[in-house]
């Protein structure tokens, strides 16, 4: 175990060199002192992106075997530091130490798993359709097909996540799980975090003798840095978590470039329940406590909060909505990630509180870097009549949306954007109504659940942490879970190459 005490340098890591800047800027944490950090530029990002395209050469022909000890490796040197990325994350976030202690597990577990899986070599999809020389009228030429690494990725680390989908997170872990060299552009919201945790990466790469062009990781700078990064011609796909806004307009920059590239961007969502009548008479006020304890989990900043509860009017659902509002009132304040969340999540309250049709249920009061629950409710009309209602709003809030019948709930789900969750809370004799909703939810969401809360993304085999856009930017992708590797993979056909030439892979 390393010393639990860590003092940043503040410096870039580029291809194995830790780089000053001319420029800096001084971090904000929620408590505990603040660093200065070099701030990233376009000279920095391309020598990054030369060294990982030269790193490809050797990182992404590598055998599975040696991808695997690197991530294992790295998952070691994370826990190595273990107290000490505890100790800053804390700080820079204002997270509570047990949540950064289970990200950093999660993280350390995606890493594991993935070694796991690129082992198994079934992501590979190995096909093969032998030679017919004797087909009339034409002979079939011997057919091999594999998934091979597109080239190096770009990585954007997310605000809410310091860990698992930043720098070593789930995006950075496939690519590298793939045979894909990073760069990362480091959340101005925690560099400490992302530097310790790069250290983390220098030394597995180090201790396994893989090119340390391999990863790269470029702290804060401007706008141009990240226009730089998803430009730059030797970029073949970027991995990001983030704003609508700002997810989109990176995503229009891939699009725009001479070589369009994908853009596999997590944008936002707002994880509709669906709380159906026969579960609603039984069980209102579990559901209500499961919800409030969901919505305020780490101050609601997380993509998969369900900010909204569906449910048909009646005596029923105002219980539910008083069992709600009794369940939120005692939460506390909660700090932020950052000032500019804070006050984004008040400039969302004021948009939902200031809409036609929509009544406060739970009022708070919130200020500087903090967020206190709110809960309003509004009808199905009101609804199906404001788009914006729709929006996500990052932080505790909740909006309970009463609709007159069950041919209004569909409406509701019928008129959803893209989520990456949508719950239906269900009992026996809800089954009709349940079966109804599930085609049109299936449609609208990546994840789709019963009875439960979707804050908690498990990674393994089967999770689809993505959904129809808005909710991301490809639907057919997911950014959690081992099919997340397949993002930065594309097929490849062989036809007639001699198996003494052909990739190991196909041994």
Not at 140 to 148: G, S, T, V
Not at 300 to 310: D, S
Request: hydrophobic fraction near 45%.
């Amino acid at each position: 175990m390393l010393d639990e005490t860590f003092t940043p340098h503040g410096k870039h890591l580029i291809a194995g060199d830790w780089v000053a800047g001319e420029a800096s800027f001084q971090s904000e944490p929620a408590h505990g002192p603040a660093h200065e950090f070099s701030i990233g530029t376009p000279a920095l990002v391309n020598a990054a992106c030369l060294a990982a395209e030269e790193a490809f050469w050797s990182f992404g022909y590598s055998s599975r075997e040696d991808r695997a000890a690197l991530l294992n490796t790295i998952a070691d040197e994370i826990e190595a530091r273990a107290e000490a990325i505890t100790l800053i994350g804390s700080q820079e976030t204002g997270l509570p130490e047990a949540r950064l202690q289970g990200e950093r597990g999660r993280t350390v577990g995606q890493l594991r798993l993935f070694a796991e899986h690129i082992l198994k070599g079934d992501y590979l999809d190995r096909r093969h359709d032998a030679a017919l020389p004797e087909r009339a009228p034409m002979p079939r030429p011997d057919l091999r097909m594999m998934q091979r690494p597109i080239g190096p990725v770009a990585v954007f680390g997310a605000s809410n996540f310091p860990l698992a989908f930043s720098v070593a997170g789930g995006d950075t872990a496939a690519a590298l799980a793939a045979g894909c060299p990073v760069v990362v552009k480091g959340h101005g919201a925690h560099p400490g975090t992302s530097e310790i945790v790069a250290e983390a990466i220098h030394a597995a790469i180090t201790r396994c003798g893989v090119h340390p062009g391999t990863f790269s990781l470029v702290q804060g700078g401007t706008r141009e840095v990240g226009q730089t990064l998803v430009q730059h011609p030797l970029i073949k796909a970027v991995g990001f978590t983030g704003s609508l806004g700002g997810g989109r307009a990176l995503f229009d920059l891939c699009a725009q470039r001479p070589e369009p590239i994908p853009f596999f961007g997590e944008l936002g969502s707002v994880n509709p329940m669906f709380i159906l009548p026969e579960a609603l008479a039984a069980r209102r006020a579990g559901i209500a406590e499961g919800w409030a304890a969901s919505l305020t989990m780490g101050a609601g900043q997380f993509c998969t909060n369900p900010g909204i509860a569906v449910l048909i009017k009646g005596a029923e659902a105002e219980a539910f909505a008083k069992a709600a509002t009794q369940a939120l009132a005692p939460v506390g304040a909660q700090t932020m990630l950052t000032d500019g969340i804070a006050t984004a999540y008040r400039d969302g309250r004021d948009r939902v509180a200031g809409s036609a049709g929509v009544q406060e249920l739970l009022g708070s009061t919130c200020d500087l870097r903090h967020a206190t629950p709110y809960l309003f409710v509004t009808t199905g009309k009101a609804w199906l009549a404001n788009e914006a209602l729709g929006e996500e709003v990052f932080g505790p809030l909740g909006l309970i949306v009463l609709v007159e019948d069950e041919d209004e709930m569909q409406a509701i789900a019928r008129s959803l954007k893209g989520q990456l969750t949508c719950t239906l809370h269900m009992d026996a004799g809800d089954a009709d109504l349940g079966r109804a909703l599930l085609p049109v939810l299936e449609r609208k969401a990546g994840r789709i659940l019963a009875n439960g809360f979707p804050t908690g993304v498990e990674v393994c085999d089967a999770m689809v942490h993505g959904g129809p856009y808005p909710a991301s930017t490809n639907f057919g992708a997911t950014s959690v879970g081992t099919l997340s590797i397949r993002r930065f993979l594309r097929p490849v056909c062989y036809q007639n190459i001699p198996e003494g030439v052909l990739p190991s892979d196909f041994a």
